[in-house]
């Protein structure tokens, strides 16, 4: 059974870091790329960063470039998302996801996890 099981959130002010985890299990983590989404009340699933497999190529929205950091932890069949310089409009519920298509695209059979929520406060 696939579980992706996120955690870190949070409250903080503008400026403010979190750090995110994703901890998966049951499929071949180190094979599959990973992303993170967001979103935010009244907007549609957003995607954040994503990070493939091998090589670990990355890619950034561009609203998020320069402040998050994405990466995995293969040993741990874990992927993170370090934030730095927290604005308000990053308020939204941060969902790992493991893709079974296009790593950067929303697909029919993607695993997701719960989401985990972050608060910036201004």
């Known amino acids: 059974q696939v579980q992706l099981v996120e955690s870190g959130g949070g409250s903080v002010q503008s400026g403010g870091s979190l750090k995110l985890s994703c901890a998966a299990s049951?499929?071949?983590?180190?094979?599959?790329?990973m992303r993170w989404y967001r979103q935010a009340p009244g907007k549609e699933r957003e995607l954040v960063a994503a990070?493939?497999?091998?090589?670990?190529?990355?890619y950034y929205a561009n609203s998020v470039k320069g402040r998050f950091t994405i990466f995995r932890d293969n040993s741990l069949n874990t992927v993170y998302l370090q934030m730095t310089s927290l604005e308000p409009e990053d308020t939204a519920v941060y969902y790992c996801?493991?893709?079974?298509?296009?790593?950067?695209?929303?697909?029919?059979?993607?695993?997701w996890g719960q989401g985990t929520q972050v608060t910036v406060s201004a």
């Open positions: 996801s493991a893709p079974r298509g296009s790593w950067i695209t929303i697909n029919k059979n993607d695993y």
């Open positions: 049951g499929f071949i983590f180190r094979n599959s790329a």
């Open positions: 990070i493939s497999s091998i090589p670990e190529n990355t």
